[in-house]
Nanobody, 120 residues
Framework: QVQLVESGGGLVQPGGSLRLSCTNSGSIFSLYYMGWYRQAPGKQRELFAVMHSDGTTTYTESVKGRFTISRDIAKNTLYLHMNSLKPEDTAVYYC??????????????WGQGTQVTVSS
């Protein structure tokens, strides 16, 4: 069984930085992608950053230049580095991963979510 566990959220002032972590466990054979979503109060969950299977990354305009995804394969961890945070970045942040396990079962799973609040 594959699981994702997130950490690193919290309260930060505008202009500040945070790093979120998403650690996967289980018998993963290959990943199609790993991505970060966020959901602000009263809004739909939105995908804003993706790391594709070849390691390339894609960002929405709202975070491009401020947020960066990186991955530590040895630690089975995906990171989201967030800089120049704005109040409108306040949301619950979720990581998502899709791929195939070692027994060839496909999966599409979510982390539990972590709150990021940007406020003075």
């Amino acid at each position: 069984q594959v699981q994702l566990v997130e950490s690193g959220g919290g309260l930060v002032q505008p202009g500040g930085s945070l790093r979120l972590s998403c650690t996967n466990s289980g018998s993963i054979f290959s990943l199609y992608y790993m991505g970060w979503y966020r959901q602000a109060p009263g809004k739909q969950r939105e995908l804003f950053a993706v790391m594709h299977s070849d390691g390339t990354t894609t960002y929405t305009e709202s975070v491009k230049g401020r947020f960066t995804i990186s991955r530590d394969i040895a630690k089975n961890t995906l990171y989201l580095h967030m800089n120049s945070l704005k109040p409108e970045d306040t949301a619950v942040y979720y990581c998502n991963a899709a791929g195939v396990t070692t027994i060839q079962a496909q999966f599409d799973i979510w982390g539990q979510g972590t709150q990021v609040t940007v406020s003075s």
